[in-house]
């Protein structure tokens, strides 16, 4: 499955950065805050996963209702 802590650090470096840069509504933020949530339900961390989500949630429910179906993809799948 590979090296998931690394996958998790690197992913939380990018959502840092992601969201310093770019600011907590662009797509490549929502991108690295689902890679994270990713990471940690891999290594069995879901409550660390369902708070990372939860903070992003309003993020990814304005992206889908822009009707950015790729966004709403995203959204369907981690809140389900």
Same mark, same amino acid.
Not at 15 to 24: C, Q
Not at 37 to 56: I, N, P, R
């Given at each position: 499955?590979?090296?998931?802590?690394?996958?998790?650090?690197?992913?939380?470096?990018?959502?840092?950065?992601?969201?310093?840069?770019? &600011?907590?509504?662009?797509?490549?933020?929502?991108?690295?805050?689902? &890679?994270?949530?990713?990471?940690?339900?891999?290594?069995?961390?879901?409550?660390?996963?369902?708070?990372?989500?939860?903070?992003?949630?309003?993020?990814?429910?304005?992206?889908?209702?822009?009707?950015?179906? &790729?966004?709403?993809?995203?959204?369907?799948?981690?809140?389900?």
């Amino acid at each position: 499955l590979g090296d998931l802590p690394g996958s998790e650090v690197t992913y939380r470096e990018a959502r840092e950065r992601t969201t310093r840069v770019l &600011g907590i509504d662009h797509p490549f933020t929502r991108t690295s805050t689902q &890679g994270l949530a990713e990471a940690l339900m891999a290594q069995k961390k879901y409550a660390e996963a369902e708070s990372v989500l939860a903070a992003a949630e309003a993020s990814f429910r304005e992206a889908a209702s822009k009707n950015d179906q &790729g966004e709403l993809r995203v959204l369907l799948l981690v809140l389900s």
